[in-house]
């Protein structure tokens, strides 16, 4: 029994105990056949959970406590554990070994929340550092962020306590920003709160690994189990080899505006590949897209390092980027920029997958020399290409420039 909303908050709210609480009214029978399994229960539980009782329908302190609830009806059982100021309500049998084992399950989803705050996406999206994009999954989310979604995933179920999940853990994250943006992404599952998620994938051991193929509306039969190495590059490779079975690439970006432009080559370790093709009149659709095949190719080497990242332009539309890092000899070209290290390198050889590779190797093995960026260049906002061959500019007769007509005498 709680004296009064006061003491109700220290005992209950404000301490680190489970509780469960049951709001009774002294008149009602199920309130009283329940009450020696109650104290059976709070005896056998003494130590490790608390249990309580408020009476709710007696006018007074205790009945003010029940109205912050939405107690309608007696008995009624509410659970206040890693959530209190959520709690849950109680909806099974009123025996003593129900009451019991609820109460035991209640403590393992305590203990594993707190275990959990180290753990990345267990708690359905917290990260414990602030660069995973490790998705968390639960069953409430499962479905729209793993079935639903057309992307390719990998999903690791894991148990707080288990030693080979936490040695997992910083590879799965480093994994998980490599993966951004390239058509796949990984999740965790906390297996030990989400048995029955856990259940369906047959989840015996931790971590259990599950690869989900690309595509919207896939069903727990899609999912395959990895027993491939536990590094982020292994991992990424994995990611990479299922994007192209059965997943959609990441379309190198056209650089449009200054958004396109940052979201390339901002970000720490990160260096930005931007490469000027032919203008459309130059090269028509067929030579254009001939380019972005190559630089498809080339990043598709390359995707699974982290480093870089790609991104095309039409030479001549943007003049101050071409200007800063001296693209003056005509197009196509290559430039790698660091915006963390303030420094460029132009590619000088040819234009070829086998070129471009070989410039990009020598950079990320250190051999490559750089020039600092002097600014930050600016980027124009212009019309993103359609698709189709470039319409050439019909010239004015030069009558109609000088204004002559045909009666007109020189």
């Known amino acids: 029994m709680f004296k009064n909303k006061s003491e109700f908050k220290s005992k209950v709210l404000d301490s680190d105990s489970l509780w469960l609480v049951q709001f009774y009214a ?32 007696t006018e007074g302190p205790q009945m003010r406590i029940a109205a912050s609830y939405g107690v309608e009806g007696f008995p009624t059982i509410q659970v206040f554990g890693k959530d209190k100021q959520n709690p849950e309500k109680y909806n099974g049998q009123r025996d003593l070994q129900s009451l019991i084992q609820t109460a035991l399950d209640n403590v393992v989803k305590v203990v594993s929340a707190r275990v959990n705050e180290s753990i990345p996406g267990s708690g359905g999206g917290s990260q414990s550092s602030k660069d995973s ?31 080979h999940c936490k040695a997992l853990l910083p590879e799965w994250e480093k994994a998980s920003t490599r993966l951004e943006g390239k058509g796949a992404f990984l999740g965790t599952v906390d297996a030990t709160t989400e048995q029955s998620l856990a259940q369906e994938y047959g989840v015996e ?5 599950k690869i989900f193929p690309g595509g919207a509306n896939k069903s ?37 505006g200054d958004g396109v432009f940052k979201e390339t080559c901002e970000g720490s370790n990160k260096i930005c590949v931007l490469v000027g093709l032919p203008h459309i009149l130059d090269s028509m659709a067929s030579g254009r897209n001939k380019y972005k095949e190559t630089i498809a190719a080339v990043a598709k080497k390359f995707r699974g390092g982290g480093a ?36 460029y390198v132009v590619l000088r050889g040819s234009f070829n997958e086998k070129s471009v590779s070989r410039f990009l190797t020598s950079i990320s093995t250190g051999r490559q020399g750089t020039v600092p960026l002097r600014k930050i260049p600016e980027i124009a906002d212009v019309e993103p290409w359609d698709g189709l061959d470039g319409t050439p500019i019909e010239e004015e007769p030069l009558e109609d420039i000088m204004g002559w007509d045909d009666e007109d005498e020189l």
């Not at 009602?28 to 003494?46: D, E, M, Y």
């Not at 968390?136 to 179920?157: D, I, R, T, W, Y």
Request: charged letters at 20%; a negative charge; one cysteine or more.
């Open 26 to 57: 002294p008149w009602c029978g199920h309130c009283k056949s329940l009450q020696p399994t109650w104290s059976k229960a709070a005896s056998a539980l003494k130590g490790v959970v608390n249990l309580g009782a408020v009476d709710a329908a």
């Open 133 to 163: 994009k490790v998705v968390g999954l639960n069953g409430s989310n499962f479905q729209e962020k793993v079935l639903n979604n057309p992307e390719v995933s990998m999903v690791a179920f894991i148990a707080p306590w288990c030693g």
């Open 205 to 209: 051991g931790f971590p259990t690994i």
């Open 220 to 256: 727990h039969s899609d999912a395959r189990d990895y027993h491939g190495g536990r590094s982020a590059q292994d991992i990424v490779s994995a990611a990479l080899d299922e994007v192209d079975r059965t997943g959609v690439p990441k379309e190198i970006p056209e650089i449009t």
């Open 308 to 343: 870089f990242e790609f991104a095309w332009f039409e030479g001549g539309s943007q003049f101050d980027l071409e200007d800063t890092l001296e693209l003056t000899f005509g197009f196509p070209a290559v430039v790698a920029v660091s915006l963390d290290k303030n420094a």
